[in-house]
């Protein structure tokens, strides 16, 4: 079985903050790791996946496999980036649907 | 391109009644999939498809169905309506394999 966790309901930060939202995960294959987000009266839409390796709005995310823990996280937050973030596991095999963990709600104040 | 479109947006149900949510994309994904959203669940899936005629339950099947005729289209059916069953829901689509889900807007339904 595959499962997600995000431990934090809610992370309040201010402008300018450092920001980690925290995903564990518990798969005994090799797992594709994605975080989504989902702005006010909006859809979920992706934000980062591990295997591209990139950073999105000034996020990043690194897959530590020992930790199994794929950790969002960006230096400085602004205000912009207020939202509802999911991390998100698919496995391999026949295990592809997405489980998602309960979500992270982040305050950025002014 | 409108991707995956929900309809309707907002619903309020009585007890006992039924209903269905609509759910079609236009980018020939096989992969379908409902989710129920809760605060401080996350995302629970309801059921899902991986390709015309074929679905299968996920995480929290009871109370619903589906059906999958087309690649376009995976409408989800409430029987009975219960206060249980309030939530909003989510459809979504993909290719297959370990890709980005795409998802719709939401419905929100309540059940008084």
């Known amino acids: 079985a595959q499962r997600v966790t995000q431990p934090e309901k809610l992370l309040s930060v201010f402008k300018g903050a450092p920001v980690e939202l925290k995903c564990n995960y518990s798969?005994?294959?090799?797992?594709?790791l994605f975080w989504y987000v989902q702005y006010s009266r909006q859809r979920l839409q992706l934000l980062l996946r591990?295997?591209s390796r990139e950073s999105i709005k000034g996020f990043t995310a690194d897959l530590n496999k020992g930790e199994t823990s794929f950790h969002l996280k960006k230096p400085f937050a602004q205000e912009e980036d207020s939202a509802m973030y999911y991390c998100?596991?698919?496995?391999?095999?026949?295990?592809?649907?997405?489980?998602f963990g309960r979500g992270t709600s982040l305050i950025v104040h002014p | 391109n409108a991707g995956v479109t929900q309809t309707p947006k907002f619903r309020i149900l009585k007890i006992g009644q039924s209903m269905t949510l609509q759910c079609t994309q236009d980018?020939?994904?096989?992969?379908m999939y409902w989710y129920r959203q809760d605060p401080g669940m996350g995302l629970k899936l309801i059921y899902y498809?991986?390709?015309?005629?074929?679905?299968d339950k996920g995480e929290v099947p009871n109370g619903y169905n589906v059906s999958r005729s087309t690649t376009e289209d995976f409408p989800l059916r409430l029987e009975l309506a219960a206060p249980s069953q309030t939530s909003v829901y989510f459809c979504?689509?993909?290719?297959?394999?370990?890709?980005?889900?795409?998802f719709g807007q939401g419905t929100r339904l309540t059940v008084v």
């Open positions: 979504a689509s993909s290719y297959p394999g370990r890709t980005e889900a795409f």
């Open positions: 798969y005994s294959g090799s797992p594709e």
């Open positions: 591990h295997i």
């Open positions: 998100a596991l698919s496995g391999s095999g026949g295990s592809y649907i997405p489980t």
């Open positions: 980018m020939n994904h096989n992969y």
């Open positions: 498809s991986v390709g015309a005629g074929i679905t």
